[in-house]
């Protein structure tokens, strides 16, 4: 399967611990999303990189926030002192970085903050 | 500010009947519109597109329509069957500018046999 692949599928957390998410894009593909979705809502855009360059991090939620895609291949996504609207399903997606894009998601990383 | 606007939650069909989703966009921008299909648990995983210089397109039972005056797109599915019923997102990008694309709420599509 060469699709994108996220680990883990569940996180379930404390508040005020740190987490990390990690996906795997489309090989070929140069462009890495991150998008967040709650119940009820559409992914929203968080940041994205053109290979290993983050090029938008304006829309990440707050500074405790953070994402590296540092070889341009694997990218990962840090939440730190995590709080319960954290709660969500955090979504991957690549593509080939070309005009009229098509975004391949990953299945999510389904977190939960206790 | 919602720029991508699905305003309909959810949509019953019955099986064979044709679905119409709809979508109405705010920003004039946007010229590159997707449909997206997401089942419970999976990513949403891509299904329809359409650009701006044309007002449909088809594949095979799903046709996208573009109403650049109205700012607003439909999907149609025909006929529907069960195995359709998922949440379709609504995407649109402006490919002139980052083409990072913007998403509604989504609309629930329940086909019944």
């Known amino acids: 399967d060469t699709g994108v692949s996220q680990n883990p599928r569940h996180k379930i957390t404390k508040r005020g611990q740190n987490v990390t998410f990690r996906c795997d894009p489309i090989s070929e593909h140069n462009r890495l999303y991150w998008y967040r979705q709650t119940l009820g809502q559409g992914p929203e855009f968080l940041t994205y990189?053109?290979?290993?360059?983050?090029?938008?991090k304006s829309r990440l939620l707050s500074d405790r926030f953070s994402a590296e895609r540092p070889k341009g291949s694997f990218s990962t996504l840090e939440i730190q002192r995590t709080e319960q609207g954290d709660s969500a399903m955090y979504l991957c997606?690549?593509?080939?970085?070309?005009?009229?894009?098509?975004?391949?998601f990953g299945s999510g990383t389904q977190l939960s903050v206790l | 500010d919602q720029q991508v606007k699905q305003n309909s939650p959810s949509l019953s069909v019955q099986e064979g009947r044709i679905s119409i989703l709809n979508c109405d966009y705010t920003?004039?921008?946007?010229?590159?519109f997707l449909w997206y299909k997401k089942y419970p648990a999976e990513g949403p995983t891509f299904l329809i597109s359409i650009s701006s210089i044309k007002d449909k397109n088809e594949d095979g039972r799903f046709t996208v329509f573009l109403n650049k005056s109205a700012k607003h797109l439909s999907l149609h599915i025909v006929p529907s069957q069960p195995g359709d019923s998922a949440v379709y997102f609504c995407?649109?990008?402006?490919?002139?500018?980052?083409?990072?694309?913007?998403f509604g709420r989504g609309t629930s599509l329940i086909v019944h046999p």
């Open positions: 990189f053109q290979n290993e360059a983050q090029l938008e």
């Open positions: 995407a649109a990008s402006d490919t002139g500018g980052s083409y990072i694309p913007t």
């Open positions: 997606a690549s593509s080939e970085g070309r005009f009229n894009e098509k975004l391949f």
């Open positions: 920003n004039s921008m946007f010229d590159y």
